[in-house]
């Protein structure tokens, strides 16, 4: 009889499984067998994979995660594996061979790579996405990817979306394309109190002068400190001491501060505090968009982050109607809210 790990970890953790993770979690299942009757390397006829799609905070991460205890290999979020593959493939530019040997530095002989949060929004990243991903199924690597994108939303701006219909059509070829689209974002329920950043997100009044319940105190003015970025840039901190770093919220999402450098912060910074959070009515649309990569970049190395900010996260983060909004904000949204169901987002105390 063949083993339900998935479904039995639903079940030990007291999940009741939805129609469609029940789906999802039966079709990694079904591949977790597959995998299991065939040689640990890859193959050239590797199984096809999987592609789990959907609204955030319907379990998709945890599917994933549950397949990844089973099978084992390489797991990334997509911030981490793209930064790897630009700095592998750099370091050999000018072989003929750059991306295998990248993909060999990165994965050996694995095969099995799971991807958490696949999301494409730059054309460069696409055309080195395309390369990779074509190399991996050249060597018969099974995929197993999340993403709040169906493949065709992939690079959605129409502008560039071209760009990005080779690799569609190999993903659409390639993995079992399976849509998680539960009628429940589970992050709106209120969640153990072991979920989620270690230790918490925190929004306090700015008139506080400071985080609450014991917080670091206010940087002082001669504490400001450059800390560098690649290519000899830098970004200003209130505070950058003992691997804790505390930024101004202007100071940081308003400067060219791009994903690649927000996880060479984290790499340096295991704690953090952004003060004087600008409502997004009235912030630039990038602005806004550095400030959702953070959050994405914080909460998948489970680092703590502190806020100070004017007002409740349901006004800060909304963008009124008819103007743009960053991509994957509601994901944002959805991670933030999800820490206050648990009781450590500590809304702004009314005077």
């Given amino acids: 009889m063949q083993s339900t790990p998935i479904r039995d970890a639903a079940g030990a953790a007291g999940y009741a499984l939805d129609s469609a993770q029940l789906a999802a979690a039966e079709h990694l299942e079904d591949l977790l067998h597959t995998l299991g009757t065939r040689p640990a390397r890859p193959r050239r006829d590797g199984p096809r994979?999987?592609?789990?799609?959907?609204?955030?905070?319907?379990?998709?991460?945890?599917?994933?995660?549950r397949f990844h205890a089973r099978s084992g290999g390489p797991r990334f979020h997509f911030h981490e594996f793209y930064r790897a593959l630009h700095a592998e493939v750099w370091a050999r530019t000018g072989t003929p061979d750059a991306m295998e040997r990248a993909l060999d530095a990165l994965l050996g002989d694995a095969a099995v790579l799971c991807f958490d949060e696949l999301h494409l929004h730059?054309?460069?990243?696409t055309m080195l996405l395309s390369r990779a991903l074509r190399a991996l199924l050249?060597?018969?690597?099974?995929?197993?990817?999340?993403?709040?994108?169906?493949?065709?939303?992939?690079?959605?701006?129409?502008?560039f979306h071209e760009l990005a219909e080779p690799l569609i059509a190999l993903l659409e070829s390639s993995l079992d394309v399976l849509r998680v689209h539960g009628p429940v974002d589970y992050r709106?329920?209120?969640?153990?109190?072991?979920?989620?950043?270690?230790?918490?997100?925190?929004?306090?009044?700015?008139s506080a002068g400071g985080p609450a319940d014991g917080g670091p105190a206010r940087p002082m003015p001669d504490e400001a400190v450059d800390v560098p970025l690649s290519g000899g840039r830098g970004v200003r901190a209130l505070r950058a001491a003992d691997a804790g770093v505390w930024f101004d919220f202007a100071g940081l999402c308003t400067a060219p501060v791009s994903a690649l450098d927000l996880l060479s912060l984290a790499d340096r910074f295991d704690r953090?505090?952004?003060?004087?959070?600008?409502?997004?009515?009235?912030?630039?649309?990038?602005?806004?968009?550095?400030?959702?990569?953070?959050v994405d970049v914080l909460y998948d190395r489970d680092l703590p982050l502190v806020v100070t900010a004017?007002?409740?996260?349901?006004?800060?983060?909304?963008?009124?109607?008819?103007?743009?909004?960053?991509?994957?904000?509601?994901?944002?949204?959805?991670?933030?809210?999800?820490?206050?169901?648990?009781?450590?987002?500590?809304?702004?105390?009314?005077a």
């Fill in 49 to 65: 994979g999987v592609y789990l799609w959907g609204p955030v905070g319907r379990g998709k991460t945890w599917l994933l995660d």
């Fill in 122 to 125: 730059d054309a460069g990243d």
């Fill in 138 to 159: 050249g060597r018969g690597v099974t995929l197993v990817a999340t993403s709040n994108y169906p493949p065709q939303g992939l690079l959605p701006d129409p502008l």
């Fill in 188 to 206: 709106e329920l209120h969640a153990p109190a072991a979920t989620g950043w270690r230790a918490g997100f925190v929004v306090t009044p700015r």
């Fill in 272 to 294: 953090w505090v952004v003060s004087d959070v600008v409502p997004f009515a009235d912030c630039h649309v990038s602005t806004q968009a550095r400030f959702v990569s953070l």
């Fill in 310 to 350: 004017p007002g409740p996260l349901d006004e800060l983060l909304v963008v009124p109607d008819g103007r743009p909004a960053p991509p994957d904000l509601a994901r944002a949204t959805s991670r933030l809210r999800q820490l206050g169901r648990s009781g450590r987002l500590v809304p702004e105390r009314q």
